[in-house]
């Protein structure tokens, strides 16, 4: 069954960095698009980067401070967030696409994490 957990969250400072973790299970997480999403109190899932064999990784919101990339060998995909803001505070989501082209619409994708925690505040 596809599945993938998302790790790394937790508290930090304002002008702090996280690197968050999807781990992939059941099927090889270079075959498909991944995306990253999140989702704040009262807001909806905004779409923040996707990354694919096909077309490499692409940028939704945030780009120059969050980066996106993947190691095969571990079967996971990464996003490195630098100069956080408490507006940055949300839920983050890793998200497996139905197919191999990258989409920052929550439709188009299909398997969802149970989703890691990020919180900025002094």
């Known amino acids: 069954q596809l599945q993938v957990v998302e790790s790394g969250g937790g508290l930090v400072q304002p002008g702090g960095s996280l690197r968050l973790s999807c781990a992939a299970s059941?099927?090889?997480?270079?075959?498909?698009?991944i995306g990253w999403f999140r989702q704040a109190p009262g807001k909806e899932r905004e779409g923040l980067s996707c990354i694919s064999s096909r077309s490499g990784s692409t940028y939704y919101s945030v780009k120059g401070r969050f980066t996106i990339s993947r190691d095969n060998a571990k079967n996971t995909v990464y996003l490195q967030m630098n100069s956080l803001k408490p507006e940055d505070t949300a839920v983050y989501y890793c998200?497996?696409?139905?197919?191999?082209?990258?989409?920052?619409?929550?439709?188009?994708?299909?398997?969802w994490g149970q989703g890691t925690q990020v919180t900025v505040s002094s």
């Open positions: 059941g099927f090889t997480l270079g075959a498909y698009a």
């Open positions: 998200a497996t696409n139905a197919g191999v082209y990258c989409s920052g619409y929550v439709q188009s994708y299909v398997y």
